[in-house]
T-cell receptor, first 110, second 112 residues
Framework: NAGVTQTPKFQVLKTGQSMTLQCAQD?????MSWYRQDPGMGLRLIHY???????DQGEVPNGYNVSRSTTEDFPLRLLSAAPSQTSVYFC?????????FGQGTRLTVV | LAKTTQPISMDSYEGQEVNITCSHN???????ITWYQQFPSQGPRFIIQGYKTKVTNEVASLFIPADRKSSTLSLPRVSLSDTAVYYCLVGEVSSSSYKLIFGSGTRLLVRP
């Protein structure tokens, strides 16, 4: 019963590098999203998707890209990492009643 | 999306009942009220959801008055492991437009 799986769990990047945070769900939920959480702050929505082929911006989309080619996968791409993107990232798959969060990816940009 | 207001923090002691109130004055007819719990270094997890009156599960109870402009999450006999941040969210959960916007949450500290 995997639920939402995020990889990697930890990552250190240098400023200007690019990378992709992977997210996969096995619950067949149409709605998926990415959040970032910074120390002492709540969760902020980066991008979301209501189904394969459909994505939209959340509250803080700048510097991030997403795509949704399948129901299962929703990767988040950092195009050119900046120190301001140091954060914990959560991937979410939502059903009608509840949302299921991944374990998070702790990203540090130096 | 209806805005929610919660206390920033609460303190309690083991064995006590804790009630966390959330205000959502602009709640819409089709909106549900959902509560999530987040432990340090983990993603939030669903606790309970309701539309009106009272909902109870094995973890908590949710009280919603008739006007639905507020709701109260009740945690019976808390333990140290209930120390966490609790988020109240309001939205039309079955709709693709429900984007799960989190507020600052209520930081609950349970003391021995």
């Amino acid at each position: 019963n995997a639920g939402v799986t995020q990889t990697p769990k930890f990552q250190v990047l240098k400023t200007g590098q690019s990378m992709t945070l992977q997210c996969a769900q096995d619950m067949n939920h149409e709605y998926m999203s990415w959040y970032r959480q910074d120390p002492g702050m709540g969760l902020r929505l980066i991008h979301y998707s209501v189904g394969a082929g459909i994505t939209d911006q959340g509250e803080v989309p700048n510097g991030y890209n997403v795509s949704r080619s399948t129901t299962e996968d929703f990767p988040l791409r950092l195009l050119s990492a900046a120190p301001s993107q140091t954060s914990v990232y959560f991937c979410v798959a939502r059903g009608n009643t509840e949302a299921f969060f991944g374990q998070g990816t702790r990203l540090t940009v130096v | 999306l209806a805005k929610t207001t919660q206390p920033i923090s609460m303190d309690s002691y083991e064995g006590q009942e804790v009630n966390i109130t959330c205000s959502h004055n602009n709640i819409a007819t089709n909106d549900y009220i959902t509560w999530y719990q987040q432990f340090p270094s983990q993603g939030p997890r669903f606790i309970i959801q309701g539309y009106k009156t009272k909902v109870t599960n094995e973890v908590a109870s949710l009280f919603i008055p008739a006007d639905r402009k507020s709701s109260t999450l009740s945690l019976p006999r808390v333990s140290l492991s209930d120390t966490a941040v609790y988020y109240c969210l309001v939205g039309e959960v079955s709709s693709s437009s429900y984007k799960l916007i989190f507020g600052s949450g209520t930081r609950l500290l349970v003391r021995p």
